[in-house]
């Protein structure tokens, strides 16, 4: 279409779509589950910390300090690498990135680059999202910037806040190909990637600020925008669409769009120019010459092959071969870590499908609901009780037995499914044991007849119509069956009723 | 031995002595404390004197150690003196620099709690070009140093308040670094020995960087076997120092010092002695001379890359110093510089416009060599120098020398001012020493001479990686076979 004569002002005119946009990602994931930062032993989270109190000279950058390698995060960047297809060089190094701003203690960054060879902790990359191919570029290692917190009302007298408890952070970069063909594709690569790092132990992707993107976005041909200051991957979209959107119009009105930074306004909802121009940025990178190369053999890649925990993919077609959970609740259960190691713990080969089934429908639910009654985190400070929530939800309510215990009644039929929402729901809000739960509540099945012959006949006699219809219309039986269910509480053992049923209108 | 020369110990006798009860820590380093007062109006190699009653207290407990058979450690006491660019808990490190002046840093560099813990008392910390950028302590914001042999001379630099406080027993040993001669060249200029290690064998935790990829912690002191006798205290492995070589238990670098140099092969380097001053080339043939009467073989060598290693040493240590430098931005540590009239960039440029012009030039050659734009011409291609001198250099100790000789500088130590609006001229000087920290080797300058005008010649010898200890026998070996020196003058 760019060949067409008449331009794109003509393109518009005549009514013809605008080029596909492309859509590449530089996402910045914080490695939350490490014990220490990348170059010194504070903590690698520093969530619920007062300000400045998470540091040492290391971090600092004070003068004489030097950077001691996490052994940890070059392990863990590895194994990101292997998930995302990537290769794995033989070594590795570090390089500086030279700028100054208050929020960086040295004035440079400490960051991987392939300036010599292929030194990044992977590349070259691929994976599989939604039937399409994205290339990974680049996987990197590098350090978090502290916090700028910005005071006052007016610029002429705002005053800014460094907080360095994020300085020194592990990052890993991951740096995409501009493969990404719209925005749903985005989100789902978005969402397996966090349950990636979630399932590989690197990041609990629920913290604030934990994952970041940078968006790259353009329209086939045209200059490319990228778009900064995104905070969550739901913004992230909006960002996207709205970007796509701002360069259609551009190209409609055959105006040419800027190659720039913008950045987005959370607020606004739409982008903005940023003040830097692109390429204005000089780095002067060097070799940080105080860490030096990392070797990385063979036997280390092959030993933490090994050490890889089971891919969200892997885990999902587990539970649907082996256990014969259906796909859409495999789906639920495999992506997300905490719920399916929950199952791995509590299932048997008897109990796994009603287990699958207790933790999708109901567990996850109740956990869900807990959480949000609790206060919001407004702050840093409130965001180390989350993570603790965050980390041990389900197991904080309910114990591996209690839920096993659980899943054996109703796979067994000794407890009706309908019964069993009714004790997990006493078992969370009580913290009582599963025996204790079913015998004060009476939830187990009644399956004897005498006792249930007596629902039976007073549901006819309250339902003379569906009796009536029942001999023509065998659905009108299950409504009968939900009636008795219903005056029993769920109790009543649902083959049992169907017969006493049968027998009562059909007389068989 | 009295009290007014007991100072004039070697190291090895200082311990020999403290042990032996011939005199106590205490009395050493009272008459040290002493001697400092009365010399440093003339020298001022230090830039502040520890708290006396303090160390005197710490010496005393070192006696009581010795006196109850207790363990002092290898240094038992004795008084040394520390770069002011080396960081000691509690106390001020300025660097040389306005900048760094109220500058207390809140942790030990490894090499000074090594010192500590084998006994030695840290008096002082010592001059120095401002963040050892330059080569005779001219650009220490805090005034020159002197050079004891003759006050109107420069020192050498940048750890030229070390090897003055050596020389003129304001210490018995001082920790300088090196980062292209800066142990060696005022080791020659103040004839005292100055080591300084393979890159990696002593720690930089606590020495603040200026080329990091270089620069190495050496001990100046004033025979070779008191250099070896300190290296061996700060030397090894360290868990703060990624760099530290893996393969470095602390070891004993005076075993087999005597062991001599019988059956060594040295190679005298053209391109380090052709353009030398006449006296420094004569002594550098005498040198030679003296080893081949003890067993060695010497032989004159060349190595091509030489002649281009200073535009490389200079370009990488710019681009280096740029970026470790940056830190200095007045946030946290600097001038009292009010805020107001100055958004981030112009306050940050306005207190990097204070730096000294030996620094400001660096810093602005740093930038510049690593720039985008000019890196391939520049800092991409010092790089390359580097690795095919590292190459040159490597070949000559594999297929033919032990040890590779020459002046450790090329002139006679100079008058204070007389080079200082000449910066290209005193480039030159670093000639000699900046191949040994390009490539990492281990190096060390000798006093082997004064001139006829009474300035002293220092020798150079460099071994290959990790040979430090044949690096200290051959040294050990000039020192003993050298004319005799006068000495220093009072």
Known sequence: ?508 | MNHSSIIRASALEYVRGVTSGEFTAEEFLSETLSRIEEAEARYNAYLHVEDGQKLLARAREIDRGIKSGQKVGLLAGMPVSIKDNICMRGSRTTCGSRMLEGFVAPYDATAVSRLNAEGGIIVAKANMDEFAMGLTTEFSAYGPSRNPWNTGYVPGGSSGGSAVAAAAFECVASLGSDTGGSVRNPASFCSVVGYKPTYGLVSRHGLVSYANSIEQIGPIARTVSDAALVLGVIAGRDEHDDTTADATPATDYLEGIEGGVEGMRVGIVDEMTEGADPEVARAAERAAGNLEAAGASCERVSLDMVGYSVPSYYTITAAEAASNLARYDNLRYGYDLPLDGYEFNSYVAEARGRFGPEVTRRMILGGYVSSAGHAGRYYLKALKVRAKLTREVADAFASSYDILMAPTVPILPFRIGEKTDDPVSLFMVDLNTVTANLTRRPAVSVPYAVSAGGLPIGIQMMADSMQDRTLLRAARALEMRRPPLPEVPD
């Open chain 1, 1 to 508: 279409m760019s060949g067409d004569a008449g331009g794109a002002g003509a393109a518009a005119a005549s009514g013809m779509a605008a080029p596909r946009p492309v859509i590449g990602l530089e996402i910045h994931c914080q490695m939350t589950s490490l014990k220490s930062k990348l170059f010194c032993p504070c903590r690698a989270d520093y969530r619920g910390m007062g300000p400045n109190e998470n540091v040492c000279p290391v971090c600092m950058g004070m003068p004489g300090t030097l950077p001691r390698l996490n052994a940890e995060a070059v392990r863990k960047g590895t194994m990101i690498a292997m998930a995302l297809g990537c290769a794995i060089p033989e070594r590795i190094s570090f390089f500086r990135k030279n700028y100054f701003y208050p929020d960086l203690p040295k004035n440079f960054q400490i960051t991987q680059l392939d300036m010599y060879g292929d030194t990044s902790i992977g590349g070259r990359g691929s994976i599989l999202v939604d039937g399409g191919a994205v290339g990974i570029r680049r996987v990197q290692l590098e350090e978090d910037p502290g916090r700028m917190i910005y005071e006052g009302a007016s610029a002429r007298n705002h005053i800014s806040l460094v907080d360095y408890n994020r300085a020194g952070t592990p990052l890993v970069e991951i740096v995409t190909e501009p493969d990404f063909e719209g925005p749903r594709q985005l989100r789902l690569f978005l969402q397996m990637l966090s349950d990636m790092v979630e399932n590989l132990g690197v990041c609990n992707p629920a913290l604030e600020g934990a994952m970041r993107a940078d968006a790259n976005v353009s329209l086939e041909g045209g200059n490319r925008v990228e778009i900064k200051n995104i905070s969550s991957f739901h913004d992230l979209e909006k960002a996207v669409v709205f970007e796509i959107a701002r360069q259609e119009a551009q190209h409609s009105r055959g105006l040419e769009v800027a190659q720039e930074t913008r950045h987005w306004d959370a607020a606004r909802k739409i982008t903005i120019p940023s003040r830097l121009k692109e390429g204005e940025e000089e780095y002067r990178y060097l070799l940080e010459a105080d860490i030096p190369w990392v070797r990385i053999d063979a036997e280390t890649v092959e030993s933490l092959k090994s050490r890889m925990p089971e891919s969200v993919s892997e885990k999902r077609e587990r539970f649907v071969s082996q256990y014969m959970i259906p796909p859409q609740v495999a789906d639920v259960l495999s992506s997300d870590k905490l719920y399916s190691d929950l199952f791995d713990a509590a299932r048997t080969d008897k109990n796994a499908r009603e287990l699958a089934n207790i933790i999708t429908t109901d567990l996850m639910g109740l956990v869900m609901a807990a959480a949000t009654t609790e206060p919001a985190p407004d702050s840093d400070a409130a965001g180390g009780d989350a993570q603790k929530k965050r980390d041990d939800p389900a197991s904080d309510v309910i114990s591996v037995d209690g839920l096993r215990e659980l899943a054996d009644a109703v796979a067994s039929g000794q407890m009706a499914r309908n019964s069993a929402k009714q004790a997990l729901h006493e078992m969370t809000k009580t913290g009582k044991s599963f025996s204790e739960v079913s015998s004060e509540m009476d939830l187990g099945l009644v399956s004897d007849e005498s006792e249930l012959l007596g629902v039976v006949r007073s549901v006819i006699s309250e339902e003379p119509k569906a009796a009536e219809q029942a001999s023509s219309n065998p659905n009108t039986i299950n409504y009968l069956v939900g009636k008795v269910m219903q005056k029993t509480r769920g109790k009543a053992d649902p083959q049992v009723t169907l017969e006493l049923l049968k027998r009562c209108l059909l007389g068989d």
